[in-house]
T-cell receptor, first 115, second 107 residues
């Protein structure tokens, strides 16, 4: 059974640029959610995809967007990067609504630095 | 508004010195309370899920308990390798995390 894989592991971008982060779900999971974790803070929910449709969104602006593909892998896109977007971006896969004893399985994250 | 609060923010323990971490939650439609361990620069690692008040789960030196408003993570005779940030999260249809407790265990 494979876990959740995220790429790239680290990324440096310039303010105003666009970035795409990628996530491969754990085998058997049909839901992917994305979280932003600033230094010293808990992860903050960005949005969630279930069977290729967005089915939940946190308090993030529209320049944060995503996709889920038929194989349940996912992308997070951020346009017009701002310095405050610098954070660890975490992908988590699960069954619908985190059901099951193990709930959400997280990847190791992508560390994004905006300069 | 759904909210999860953890205390203390940081905890320093001598090896073998037992203690507890607190997680208070105010959420509607709780589908489970999760505990995760997070090492620096890594993603959260699953520890426990608790579903109902009175439930307890154990794993090695860790024991998690749940009431209607709080959850506790008890650490018995900790070792330096238990040093990490411990996160709790409520599950409605998404996870709402607390800010975590940074635990340091010294030999």
């Amino acid at each position: 059974e494979t876990g959740v894989t995220q790429s790239p592991t680290h990324l440096i971008k310039t303010r105003g640029q666009q970035v795409t982060l990628r996530c491969s779900s754990q085998s058997g999971h049909n839901t992917v959610s994305w979280y932003q974790q600033a230094l010293g803070q808990g992860p903050q929910f960005i949005f969630q995809y279930y069977r290729e449709e967005e089915n939940g969104r946190g308090n993030f602006p529209p320049r944060f967007s995503g996709l889920q593909f038929p194989n349940y892998s996912s992308e997070l896109n951020v346009n017009a990067l701002e310095l405050d977007d610098s954070a660890l971006y975490l992908c988590a896969s699960s069954l619908a609504q985190g059901e099951g004893d193990y709930g959400y399985t997280f990847g190791s994250g992508t560390r994004l630095t905006v300069v | 508004e759904d909210q999860v609060t953890q205390s203390p923010e940081a905890l320093r323990l001598q090896e073998g010195e037992s203690s507890s971490l607190n997680c208070s939650y105010t959420v509607s439609g709780l589908r489970g309370l999760f505990w995760y361990r997070q090492d620096p620069g890594k993603g959260p690692e699953f520890l426990f899920t608790l579903y109902s008040a009175g439930e307890e789960k154990e794993k090695e030196r860790l024991k998690a308990t749940l009431t209607k408003k709080e959850s506790f993570l008890h650490i018995t005779a900790p070792k330096p390798e238990d040093s990490a940030t411990y996160l709790c999260a409520s599950n409605t249809d998404k996870l709402i995390f607390g800010t975590g407790t940074r635990l340091q265990v010294f030999p």
